[in-house]
């Protein structure tokens, strides 16, 4: 299976700045099946970004995504209020589907 | 707009068959796939498994044969079941619909439930 790291565990940044997440694939994932979704306590997660580029219904342009191979990125591009959460990618290239450990923003 | 329900009980005996239903309403299952998510307390996502409408599924191997998905289009569902249940499968069950291998990922997903095994 494809195993996905994301990097860091942990970012700590105030309102305004600029996140930069990291997914790792443990092998090459094709560019239209990797997602991003973010995840609030006591909520499921929110589809955000599919195809590893590409925004889904409602969700702001400060988000964004990139990458190819085996290396991805989100990028919030100034971090609202609402952004500080838990944030996972997701590779659906080859099953079973998998999940990274996910990168929580915390407020600094 | 497509939303998903899950339902079940919320408590399970070790050993015992976990049964869960994800019920879909403002659209039909049909030409989709459908997904079970997991999240055990204070830890990540695992996907169990998923069903094309008209049958056909594919399954997590770290659950050993252990989980069946099934579908009822004459009802709009989609039902997970999870045999010889410990502990470890305590966890916030998801449902979701699952574009398979198209480029829309896991679009839509339900709330949750909350799965205790303990006797």
């Known amino acids: 299976e494809i195993v996905l790291t994301q990097s860091p565990g942990t970012l700590s940044l105030s309102p305004g700045e600029r996140a930069t997440l990291s997914c790792r694939a443990s092998?090459?994932?094709?560019?239209?099946?990797l997602a991003w979704f973010q995840q609030k306590p006591g909520q499921a997660p929110r589809l955000l970004i599919y195809g590893a580029s590409s925004r889904a219904t409602g969700i702001p342009d400060r988000f964004s995504g990139s990458g190819s191979g085996t290396d991805f990125t989100l990028t919030i591009s100034r971090l609202e209020p609402e952004d500080f959460a838990v944030y996972y990618c997701?590779?659906?290239?080859?099953?079973?589907?998998?999940f990274g450990q996910g990168t929580k923003v915390q407020i600094k | 707009q497509v939303q998903l329900q899950e339902s079940g009980p919320g408590l399970v005996k070790p050993s015992e068959t976990l049964s869960l239903t994800c019920t879909v309403s403002g659209g039909s299952i049909s030409n989709y796939y459908w997904s079970w998510i997991r999240q055990p307390p204070g830890k990540g996502l695992e996907w169990i498994g998923n069903i094309y409408y008209s049958g056909s599924t594919n399954y997590n191997p770290s659950l050993k044969s252990r989980a069946t998905i099934s579908a009822d289009t004459s009802k709009n569902q989609f039902s997970l079941k999870l045999s010889s249940v410990t502990a470890a499968d305590t966890a916030v069950y998801y449902c979701?619909?699952?574009?398979?291998?198209?480029?829309?990922?896991?679009?839509?997903w339900g709330q949750g439930t909350t799965v205790t095994v303990s006797s």
């Open positions: 997701q590779q659906y290239d080859s099953s079973p589907w998998t």
């Open positions: 979701a619909r699952d574009n398979g291998y198209s480029i829309y990922g896991m679009d839509v």
């Open positions: 092998q090459s994932v094709s560019s239209s099946s």
